[in-house]
Every structure is written in C-alpha cells, then in structure tokens.
C-alpha cells in the first residue's frame, strides 16, 4: 500500500488549475474584481476529511487574496479553540517536598 496523496497532487486539481491558468476566469468570491489564480476546496480541506473520487468538495477559482485570507482565518479559529480546550497540566510537588522558604 503507497503514501496516500495530497489533496493537491490529485489528477482533477492538477487538470483544474492547469486549465485556470491556460483561461484565466474571475475570481469566484462575489463582490471580487480580480482573476482567480488560485484553487479553493469547498468545503475547505481543513474543515473534512477529504477521500479522493468521493465528490466531498467542490473546486473553484479564487484570487489568492481571498484564499490565503480564508485559510488563514479558518487555521486561527482551529487555533483559538485548540487553546480553549488545553489546560495547563501543573504536577502536585512530591510529599516530602519542603515548602517555600522565607528566608530570602
């Protein structure tokens, strides 16, 4: 059994942006005047658990403004939430530990 592949090394998304970058297209964010330069996975890789042939996402063009710019958001949420949910573990010293001292 090989390395499973990147979502980005998959034929569809090779043949996508090969074909965005012979017939440049708008970008696909609404509102947004430039060319997409870009793919975007929707719903965003980070967001599933992707499976090659399964039809879990959509490809479209976008600028890399709009994209870097939602990944980043998406990975700071993640982030956030993560940090959120960790404590900090603080071990009990051990019993014949002595105690602080006073005398500074």
């Given at each position: 059994m090989g390395t499973p592949k990147r979502p980005h090394d998959e034929?569809?998304?090779r043949r996508f942006r090969d074909a965005l970058k012979r017939n440049p297209q708008p970008c696909a964010i609404d509102g947004c005047?430039?060319?997409a330069d870009t793919v975007d996975h929707m719903p965003p890789l980070a967001a599933h658990d992707h499976l090659e042939g399964s039809a879990c996402c959509v490809l479209r063009g976008v600028c890399a403004q709009h994209n870097y710019a939602a990944g980043g958001k998406l990975g700071r949420r993640r982030q956030l939430l993560r940090s959120r949910t960790s404590s900090v573990f603080m071990p009990s010293p051990?019993?014949?530990y002595p105690g602080?001292?006073?005398?500074?």
């Open positions: 034929m569809i998304y005047d430039r060319l051990p019993r014949n602080p001292s006073r005398q500074w």
